[in-house]
């Protein structure tokens, strides 16, 4: 079987119709194809991000990750990108939300496209994925480990943003939610309270916590990688995706 895949370095119109880099992965098959959206951590748009764009395109799907610190720090090295971000407070959420929506417009333009797109975010991007969740227009979407979805951020934080749980009752796809339980942001807490406003709203979702696993743990390239709950979480994923899209 045929099973090449085309990963390049594009271009797409984000938020107020601005071009930002992003990082494109798809088979090199007519499709029809499902879409993902991966919106990086934290620590940027760096190459282990890149690696899981080209995951899902090996997998069988269309898959884009927005560079979302384009505009502070153009061709600068993901760390120093992520510094200059931290310190202007992070990622604004309109500017998320017209990122990824730019994002998605450019996988349901393609000609193997089947219309229908996920949305993945780790870290900071899953509290992201979850508000394009009540925000876009999504078939599926999966929180790895985002903070302050519940919770508000520790003093002292760099990151200015707001707990989006008033936003529950929104969700438009159904959310898979994948956490360690040795994790602080999210903790169990902050899990469980995520839960039972799903369960309130009658929200569809599925969660999976993970003992002996902290933030992070699908992080190859970092010493919180954690391979069981990694294996398993990409095996979710990949059932989950395939269910929706």
């Known amino acids: ?18 071009p930002i880099e992003a990082y494109a992965a798809r088979p090199m098959t007519p499709g029809p194809l499902g879409g ?80 229908r797109v996920g949305v993945i975010g780790y870290c900071s991007g899953g509290r992201q994925a979850f508000l394009v969740d009540a925000s876009l227009d999504v078939q599926a979407a999966v929180d790895c480990y985002g903070a302050f979805v519940a919770g508000r951020p520790p003093e002292g934080f760099p990151l200015q943003v707001e707990p989006l749980l008033h936003l529950t009752k929104d969700l438009r796809a159904p959310l898979l939610g994948l956490f360690g339980v040795e994790d602080s942001y999210p903790s169990p807490e902050h899990v469980a309270e995520l839960e039972t406003e799903l369960k309130a709203h009658g929200k569809p979702y599925e969660f999976h916590s993970y003992e002996n696993a902290g933030h992070a743990f699908f992080a190859v ?8 709950a990694a294996v398993d979480g990409w ?9 929706h899209l």
């Open 36 to 115: 993902v959206v991966v919106i990086h951590h934290m620590p940027g748009y760096d190459a282990p991000s890149k690696e899981i764009t080209r995951r899902f395109a090996a997998e069988g799907y269309a898959a884009v990750c927005p560079n979302l610190y384009s505009r502070e720090a153009p061709g600068a090295s993901p760390d120093d990108a992520a510094a200059t971000a931290r310190a202007r407070g992070g990622v604004p959420d309109e500017r998320l939300l017209g990122d990824v929506a730019g994002a998605a417009a450019y996988l349901r333009g393609l000609p193997s496209s089947n219309g």
């Open 1 to 18: 079987m045929y099973d090449a895949i085309l990963a390049e370095t594009i271009t797409v119109t984000g938020h107020d119709d601005d």
């Open 221 to 228: 390239d970092r010493p919180s990688y954690r391979p069981q």
């Open 235 to 243: 095996s979710r994923i990949l059932t989950f995706f395939g269910e």
